[in-house]
């Protein structure tokens, strides 16, 4: 299939072919900077001191620290939110500065998965409470693609099969999407060629596959790395990788992770949800958070998961309560 | 026997009770064949006003019952009957038939006792429980409360008593309209409207008995209800009339079976089932049709044309169609469901075997007209011998039935090379937010199947039998536990002679 | 003139295209067009020939393998079918085609109705001669007025030829547009036919065809693209009457604003055509609240040993993949333009040649754009 037409938006509206969606013109302009709360010396968990859990309420603020500090990326601050009539999440709060990895550990059921789908944006779920901010801007009021070309990248646990759509076409689609969202020139399909083919390299994915349409037919691993190509092309400043080890043999978890590896940075953070410590002796977390109904219960360092490993999840659950 | 617990092949489908029970089959050809002599009162031959008079004054009815029957004969009058089925049949000559038949008999039976031996005895030979006190002594199996129907009258309903404590009414359609006439003159024909098509508007003007079923508020019926229809008479229409009314927040289990005496001439039987389910009710009703089929080079047989409708009108509510249709030489049949009611459902479950000359036009209609009403069609056609096995459904949602949503499945097999199987779906998107989905498939026993059983020695058409029960296993679990051996035994006779 | 007999939806196979209702009046039949018509489509390298208000004109010299000719009468076989019955009490002129070897470039038949309305018939004979092979484009426009377009061609595939047969109905939006195409297959022809409709206010096309010997494949493939005010039908009868012979059809129907979108498929397995596999798919995708689509696939199977199955989706667009690609950036409605390209591809990927395909793409571009 040749690549995308121009597409003329006002027209397709005319025509009823589209429906109205709340994009405003240039993107985050209207949307006020917020300067995150610094947090507090010594309090809530032992992890408040480092970085990682935002207090559960504002703090008096300690400016010295405060200037110290970077501007996180991710800052989500007391999100409830609920599907139809039941609550999912119920206050989680989470600070996550500029070039760090975080992960989120807990069992089946108890929402982190939700938290990841609110973050990205699916219309299924609605908040009731709280905040989240990325680099600043309000996250709740943009639609997913604005998130997107702000920075924001979910890995799905299971990526959708688009049928018809080659991966080449879907992928120059993306990437020249968020590059216009954000004034920026498109990329020419030579530079866009190259870039591909480097990130594939890594992740042994050849063009045969990027003709093959869009996650259709892909084994297990082969959808998770081309989430991950997508990743490395897009250039997130948050990634958020939902249970990525699901359904890699560990062959292809290692091929995965290393890319993964790669594309840590200074400037790009990511929260990795996990149901099992495995994905995280290959990308080492610099903070651990156990999930357990709807909220973080209790934060440390990369050992907490193993604590985890051994004693399982019910040692965490009182602190749900 | 073989070891039927390493069948790769099968296990999936097919369970031991069918193995055995195919197995020990008594294969008679149609084993409700026989003819009861019973002494009848008739109806003049013939359809005429005079006809109908008689019958409304056999039923000692109403007049404005008898003024209902002629409307809907003048309407009859109108009509031509319908060609679009799939179907082929000599002119029926609607003068040449009698359209009452009763069993001659002193004053209604109150009880069973007063009910006459002979009929007793056909209906110990046909397998049906009318005995209620052996049944309440025994308690070793579920109660099923019966309505029998012979000819064109209801000679018994058992188990009145015990289901009038919870305030169900279950009676016969006749005495219905004696005794319930305000509940009658509001529901029947609310959901088959006297002119809705040739043989239902015949059916409203000379239907002679039926079952009547009223589930009040709130009411679980405590045990399954059921009729059983026999032709017994020769050159005798039958036409029975079936009205259940489930109120809000009730469930009943309806079961009805027929057959009828093997007979060189083809009898008519036109029947009209209406069902409404009010808010939240459900209404499960299985059908297992045995009528004769006619012998094997195509004589006799019952033309089987039936209009049966269920209505959801209120929100929540459902309406569950299981049929095993393996008798009729000629089967019109499309047990429906009007999606009236927001969020209610409709399910329909078939299983449609032919052979010999046997022709079959069923399916049913799914009309989704409430919001976010949901359908589930899953249909088995099977075709042997010289037969014709059509599958006709239609799934609609209207302008107004938004979030629709269908699952067809239709699935049919052939069994020889002389008989044809066929799948004709009318699937009516009317607003763009429905989801329909609809799959069908025709395929043939595969050789390696039945190489395979008969390596593990079944005949022939015990092998048939066997794979035959596991095609159709979806639908029959779909069944109560009362029909489902008998079911499976049915399927075997039915395909007797079709290999080979 | 008005007209008497036409079917109404008690005919079954017009039920929902009842003509009695949706076409009240036929205009005169049409006269020599009085302007130069030009195609509605541009395929680089293709042999034109153009059919103007039913006549025939002139071509420039064939290219090799194809004869030119012209003959009187029916091109089609009896059978009782108004549109049938119609083309053959008035087509005139028939435009007859004997298709010899490998012929290179794409064979584009242009009719073009100009002018006032008028009642246009014309008819076309295509002989594909033993392992011949083809590709042979036809297009409908037009200006707009009230037009009734009564076309039919019959082709007839000899042993082992390969043919793609492509029709674009862009007719003007007050027309009518009718298309009766007759196949015949004999031992080891392959056949494929794609059929486009994105143009008048009532269109219905009829595909009849018959597997005549062993060994023959057909693809049957079509695009039913329909918005504001448009009702169109797709009807086939596909009839496997050999042993061994293959067909798989698959149909598209989007529709959107206030819109009918009609597919009726029939396929016939004849007693003793055994090891015949077929399958039909029909796909409905609605873009608007009001729009209605209405699917009856039927089978009809005498023969025992065979593998016979049909489908048929119908519903909007999938939230879920909408929702995925909005998370890489892309617009909604750039995903829902996406969608529903992925959708269409499964039908025009398949059609071989570059200049072709980008005409056809074309076509869809268009309907997407609305122009």
Redesign the interface.
């Known amino acids: 299939m040749s690549s995308l037409p121009e597409i003329n938006v006002i027209e397709l509206l005319e025509l009823g072919v589209v429906r109205i969606h709340n994009r405003k013109p240039g993107g985050s302009a209207s949307i006020e900077l917020k300067r995150p709360p610094p947090p507090a010396s010594n309090s809530g968990s032992r992890l408040d001191v480092i970085e990682g859990r935002a207090p559960d309420k504002p703090m008096a603020a300690t400016p010295e620290r405060a200037d110290k500090m970077t501007a996180p990326i991710l800052e989500i601050r007391n999100l409830h939110a609920r599907i139809e009539e039941r609550e999912i999440l119920k206050g989680v709060n989470l600070i996550i500065p500029p070039g760090k990895v975080h992960a989120i550990m807990g069992r089946n059921g108890s929402g982190k998965s939700t938290l990841s789908y609110v973050l990205a944006g699916k219309e299924d779920y609605e908040i009731t409470e709280g905040e989240v901010l990325l680099n600043g801007q309000n996250l709740l009021e943009m639609d997913p693609s604005e998130r997107a070309a702000a920075g924001l990248f979910q890995a799905f646990q299971y990526p959708i099969e688009i049928p018809g759509v080659a991966t080449m076409t879907f992928l120059k689609a993306a990437m020249n999407a968020q590059r216009k969202a954000r004034g920026e020139v498109e990329m020419s399909t030579p530079d866009f060629m190259r870039a591909v083919k480097i990130a594939g390299t890594d992740l042994q994915i050849d063009t045969g596959m990027l003709k093959r349409p869009l996650n259709v037919g892909f084994s297990g691993g082969e959808k998770k790395r081309a989430e991950v190509l997508q990743m490395a092309l897009l250039q997130p400043k948050m990634c958020i990788l939902d249970e990525t080890d699901s359904g890699l043999d560990i062959d292809a978890l290692q091929v995965v992770s290393k890319s993964i590896n790669a594309l840590r940075s200074v400037g790009r953070s990511m929260l990795m949800i996990t149901h099992y410590q495995r994905l995280l002796n290959h990308i080492v977390p610099d903070v651990v958070h156990v999930f357990s109904d709807g909220k973080i219960v209790e934060s440390g360092d990369k050992d907490l998961a193993l604590q985890l490993e051994a004693k399982g999840y019910a040692d965490f659950d009182g602190a749900a309560a | 026997m073989a070891d039927y617990d390493h069948i790769p092949m099968l296990k999936e489908n097919i369970d031991r009770a069918t193995v055995d029970s195919v197995l020990s089959l008594d294969v008679d050809k149609y084993k409700y064949g026989f003819e009861t002599d019973i002494e009848s009162d008739m109806a003049p031959k013939g359809l005429s006003e005079d006809t109908i008079r008689f019958i409304s004054a056999k039923k000692n009815e109403p007049e404005w019952m008898l003024e209902w029957r002629l409307e809907a004969y003048k309407r009859f009058l109108t009509l031509t009957e319908p060609t679009?089925a799939k179907v082929h049949y000599p002119q029926i000559d609607l003068q040449d038939m009698y359209y009452y038949a009763a069993p001659k008999s002193t004053p209604a039976p109150t009880s069973l006792d007063e009910v006459d031996p002979a009929l007793l005895a056909m209906y110990d030979k046909l397998g049906i429980p009318l005995k209620e006190r052996e049944i309440l002594a025994g308690v070793e199996r579920p109660n099923v409360a019966v309505d029998a129907v012979i000819d064109s009258v209801s000679v018994v309903t058992t188990f009145r008593e015990e289901l009038a404590k919870v305030g169900i009414i279950f009676c016969s359609i006749s005495e219905a309209i004696r005794e319930y006439p305000k509940m009658i003159k509001k529901y029947l024909s609310s959901v088959v409207p006297v002119s809705d098509n040739y043989y239902a508007t015949l059916n409203s003007a000379v239907f002679t008995d039926g079952s009547f079923v009223y589930i009040p508020k709130g009411v679980r019926c405590p045990m399954e209800l059921s009729t059983y229809f026999r032709i017994n008479e020769k050159k005798t229409g039958q036409f029975e009339r079936t009205l259940i009314i489930a109120e809000a927040d009730s469930y009943v289990s309806y079961l009805e079976g027929c057959t009828a005496p093997m007979r060189a001439e083809s009898q008519l039987h036109a029947a009209v089932v209406e069902l409404v389910a009010m808010e939240n009710a459900e209404i499960k009703y299985s059908t297992v049709q045995n009528w004769y089929p006619g012998d094997k080079d195509g004589k006799g047989g019952i033309y089987n044309f039936v209009t049966k409708r269920g209505d959801c009108r209120g929100a929540n509510s459902k309406i569950s169609w299981t049929q095993v249709e393996t008798g009729s030489a000629i089967t019109w049949k499309y047990p429906s469901c009007i999606l009236r009611g927001d969020r209610s459902r409709g399910e329909f479950y078939s299983i449609a075997i032919s052979n010999g000359y046997q022709q079959v036009d069923s399916g049913t209609k799914m009309i989704h007209l409430g919001k976010n009403t949901s359908s589930r069609i899953i249909s088995k056609g099977i075709a042997a011998g010289f037969s014709d096995n059509t599958y006709r459904g239609q799934v609609s949602a209207h302008?107004r039935a938004k979030n629709a949503r269908n699952f067809t499945q239709c699935d049919?097999l052939?069994?020889?090379?002389?008989?044809?199987?066929?799948?004709?779906?009318?699937?009516?998107?009317?607003?763009?937010?429905?989801?329909?989905?609809?799959?069908?498939?025709?395929?043939?026993i595969s050789d390696d199947q039945m190489f395979y059983c008969q390596q593990r020695g079944l005949n022939e058409e015990e092998a048939v039998a066997l794979i035959v029960n596991g095609f159709v296993r979806d639908v029959l679990q779909h069944l109560p536990m009362e029909f489902m051996v008998e079911t499976q035994k049915l399927i075997a006779i039915s395909l007797e002679g079709s290999v080979g | 003139m008005t007209v008497a007999g036409l079917p109404t939806r008690r005919v079954e196979s017009y039920h929902y295209t009842d003509l009695k209702t949706l076409l009240r009046v036929v205009p005169p039949l049409a006269k020599a067009a009085s302007q130069a018509s030009a195609p509605a489509l541009r395929v680089a390298g293709a042999f034109q020939l153009m059919i103007a208000n039913g006549a025939i004109q002139s071509s420039t010299a064939a290219p090799a393998g194809v004869i030119v000719g012209h003959a009187k009468g029916s091109v089609l076989s009896k059978r009782d079918d108004v549109l049938v019955h119609l083309n053959g009490a008035f087509a005139k002129d028939c435009l007859t085609l004997t298709l010899e070897g490998n012929v290179d470039p794409v064979i584009q038949i242009d009719h073009c109705t100009e002018g006032d309305a008028a009642h246009v018939v014309d008819s076309l004979k295509i002989f594909v001669a033993d392992n011949a092979s083809a590709v042979i484009l036809e297009t409908f426009s037009g200006s707009d007025t009230a037009h009734i377009g009564n076309h039919a061609s019959y082709l007839a595939l000899g042993k082992n030829a390969i043919v793609t047969h492509i029709m674009v109905n862009l007719s003007a939006k007050a027309t009518t547009h009718f298309a009766t195409n007759e196949y015949a297959l004999v031992a080891g022809a392959k056949l494929r036919t794609l059929t486009i409709h994105a143009g008048a206010a009532l269109s219905r096309s009829q595909v009849f065809a018959r597997f005549a010997g062993e060994g023959a494949h057909a693809d049957f493939t079509g695009l039913n693209l329909v918005e504001d005010g448009q009702h169109n039908d797709i009807t086939i009868d596909i009839r496997h009457g050999a042993a061994h012979t293959t067909s798989q059809e698959m149909y598209k129907q989007i529709a959107r604003g206030r819109s009918k979108a009609v597919f009726q498929g029939k396929i016939v397995v004849e007693r003793d055509a055994q090891k015949v596999d077929a399958k039909m798919m029909m796909q409905g995708l609605m873009l608007s609240d009001q729009a209605e689509i209405f699917s009856k696939p039927e089978l009809e199977i005498y023969a025992d040993d065979v593998v016979c199955g049909h489908g048929s989706t119908c519903g909007k667009l999938d939230e879920d993949s909408i929702f995925y690609l909005m998370s890489r950036g892309i617009s909604k409605v750039e995903a829902e333009i996406m969608l529903v390209r992925g959708f269409i591809a499964e039908v025009l990927d398949p059609i071989e040649g570059e200049a072709l395909n980008e005409a056809l793409n074309s076509v869809v571009d268009g309907w997407l754009q609305g122009v």
């Open positions: 679009w302008a049919s052939l069994i020889g090379d002389k008989c044809g199987a066929h799948t004709v779906p009318y699937i009516e998107g009317r607003n763009g937010s429905v989801i329909f989905e609809h799959e069908a498939t025709t395929s043939k």
